[in-house]
């Protein structure tokens, strides 16, 4: 078995975020498979910088496994005395290496298409495994399960899929059972794409290597689609709650209870806080200037700390106006999303090696490590971000030269077309003969 990340590897990046986090070491599997898809997508949004992938794979896989935890404890209380669970599309186990902490890994399933995913989890993890199939009418399995957890999947399927598997996974379900699992809203479809007025759309393009598109594509839903395409699966009377953004501020997150009538209402969901580092400023006496904006869709944020090598060194309160953010999150009360701080460097500080640590605290006390890099990316993300601005800028002032042109050729047009209408008029035909017989009279003179 290749690794891409071995447990006994070090990378500076994730010690820090897992330290932050309060994971010991050794109290989480590390090892990653050479053939685990997810860290080749992160590697290629990262620009191919191994250590933000890496970082990036752990930060986001404890990020989901925390809020299907808020789910687990919200239906069931303690996740340890839960009775099974499956992880279902598990993969080579990014979530499930998390989940595991809390629950016992023998009450924990695993399934995935990826055989090999599925015996990297068992020998690593210690969990159940089941090889799953691409046609949910393949699957087969006798076990059942008071919780399912299915996170990236049904963001994937075609829609006669998106019901079957809905129909499958809630057979698995032991009495008073629970399906969890995310989807793409409408409002995370790509720039130009409108929604079908059947609820769901799906294009076969996906971040996979290994699977046919017309099998495993990318597909974004409405909540009314959902709602149907659980009763045709389930018949009426399941009952489905749905959490805006609750998978990484990125996917809505879907509970499932094939029972009527069930109150969501006491379910208290604090989901992942978004946060945007904008500038970062090196001033010639050594301080370090911070500004960027931070939001969260469930709950409050409170501010934002500043680590740098384990150490805390600012704090900046949430709350300067910022009715861009407002209007790019859709809501008045992202309005006071701003924050900003300043702090001088330790003289110990190295551009290159020192590491900086940004963490939102949200209105619990609970801290989200949300980006961290050297002090040399930091300031490069500035840069890049002004460079991105000026682009804008340049855009937009060659956009309404190109209007100018644009409006300037057709007013030429239409001049030239009434000059032309006027010329094959009557009236300018009479004109111009009238003119040539008072030339022929000598009553007016030769222009030329």
């Keep these: 078995m290749t690794l891409a990340f071995r447990s006994d590897e070090t990378s500076s990046l994730v010690e820090i975020l897992l330290a932050d986090l309060g994971i010991a070491p050794g109290t989480l599997v590390r090892a990653i498979d050479d053939r685990d898809e997810m860290l080749g997508f992160l590697a290629a949004t990262c620009e191919g910088d191994r250590e933000r992938a890496l970082c990036q794979y752990f930060r986001s896989g404890a ?5 299907l ?5 919200w239906r069931f209380g303690d996740p340890g005395r839960i009775g099974e669970i499956l992880d279902f599309a598990s993969g080579y186990g990014r979530v499930t290496r998390f989940l595991v902490r809390e629950i016992p890994p023998q009450r924990v399933w695993v399934a995935d298409v990826y055989a090999d995913g599925v015996r990297f989890q068992e020998e690593r993890f210690g969990v159940h495994g089941l090889v799953s199939a691409l046609r949910p009418q393949d699957l087969s399995c006798g076990e059942r399960f008071d919780a399912i957890l299915v996170t990236s999947l049904f963001t994937h399927l075609p829609e006669e899929r998106f019901v079957a598997w809905l129909r499958v996974l809630l057979g698995l379900l032991a009495p008073g059972g629970m399906l969890v699992f995310s989807a793409h809203s409408p409002e995370v479809l790509p720039p130009g794409v ?12 996906s971040e996979s290597g290994s699977l046919a598109t017309s099998d495993y594509g990318s597909t974004w839903v409405t909540e009314e689609f959902v709602r149907a395409a659980l009763e045709k699966a389930a018949g009426p009377g399941a009952s489905l709650h749905r959490v805006e953004r609750g998978l990484c ?3 809505d997150l879907y509970l499932s209870i094939p029972e009527p009538a069930v109150d969501f209402s006491t379910f208290d969901f604090h989901g992942e806080p978004q946060l945007f580092l904008e500038t970062a400023e090196l001033s010639p006496d050594g301080r370090l200037a911070l500004e960027g904006w931070a939001a969260v869709r469930s709950g409050a944020v409170r501010e934002v700390e500043a680590v740098l090598d384990g150490e805390r060194v600012a704090a900046a309160p949430v709350g300067e106006p910022r009715p861009d953010v407002a209007e790019f999150l859709g809501g008045e009360r992202y309005l006071r999303s701003g924050w ?15 590491i900086l640590l940004l963490r939102v605290v949200d209105a619990r006390g609970a801290g989200h490590p949300l980006w961290i890099g050297s002090l040399e990316a930091a300031l490069l993300v500035s840069s890049r971000n002004e460079a991105s601005g000026l682009r804008r800028e340049l855009r937009h002032a060659e956009a309404v030269h190109a209007d100018e042109r644009a409006r300037a050729a057709l007013e030429a047009e239409a001049l030239r077309a009434r000059i032309a209408a006027m010329e094959a008029s009557r009236f300018w035909k009479l004109r111009n003969a009238w003119f040539r017989v008072k030339k022929r ?3 007016i003179e030769d222009a030329g």
Excluded: T
């Excluded at 990020?63 to 809020?67: G, K, M, Q, V």
């Design 63 to 67: 990020s989901i496994a925390d809020s």
């Design 69 to 73: 935890l808020q789910v687990l404890r």
């Design 194 to 205: 409108e929604m079908p007025a059947g609820g769901i759309c799906f294009h076969e393009s």
């Design 249 to 251: 501020n990125f996917q």
């Design 340 to 354: 900003r701080c300043s702090f001088p460097l330790p003289a110990a500080a190295s551009r290159s090696a020192s």
């Design 441 to 443: 009279m000598g009553l």
